[in-house]
Nanobody, 125 residues
Framework: QVQLVESGGGLVQAGGSLRLSCAAS????????MAWFRQAPGKEREFVAS????????YYADSVKGRFTISRDNAKNTVYLQMNSLKAEDTAVYYC??????????????????WGQGTQVTVSS
C-alpha cells in the first residue's frame, strides 16, 4: 500500500512558477511509475506528466511540454512537478498517482492504483 501526499499548490499570476511535491509512504517507491494528472471544474481528469520507475523516462502532455518538468528523488520517496510559464488554463486540482510496482507509467488514469488527495493550483490572468 502506498499513500501519497501532495503539496505546493497555491495562487500564482500568469507567467509565474510553482513546484508541486508528492511524498510517498512505504519502501517500494522506486518501483512505481509516477504521474501527475489534473482536473479543472466541469472537465475530465487529464494527464499532465509521467516518469517511469526504472530509467526515469519522462513523458508530457502537449499542453505542458516545454513548461513543466517532472522528476523524482527515490531517496526521498518524492516526485516533483516544476511548473513554469503558468497560464490561466493550467488552473486545476493536481493529483499525484502511482502505478503498481514495475508497471509502466502511462497516460491513462485507470492504469494507476494509488492517488493523492490533490492540491489546488490557481493561475490568475
Amino acid at each position: 500500500q502506498v499513500q501519497l501526499v501532495e503539496s505546493g499548490g497555491g495562487l500564482v499570476q500568469a507567467g509565474g512558477s510553482l513546484r508541486l511535491s508528492c511524498a510517498a509512504s512505504g519502501r517500494t517507491f522506486s518501483s512505481h511509475g509516477m504521474a501527475w494528472f489534473r482536473q479543472a471544474p466541469g472537465k475530465e481528469r487529464e494527464f499532465v506528466a509521467s516518469i517511469s520507475s526504472q530509467f526515469g523516462i519522462v513523458y508530457y502532455a502537449d499542453s505542458v511540454k516545454g513548461r513543466f518538468t517532472i522528476s523524482r528523488d527515490n531517496a526521498k520517496n518524492t516526485v516533483y512537478l516544476q511548473m513554469n510559464s503558468l497560464k490561466a488554463e493550467d488552473t486545476a486540482v493536481y493529483y499525484c498517482t502511482a502505478s503498481r510496482p514495475w508497471e509502466a507509467a502511462t497516460t491513462t488514469p485507470l492504469d494507476y492504483v494509488y492517488w493523492g488527495q490533490g492540491t489546488q493550483v490557481t493561475v490568475s490572468s
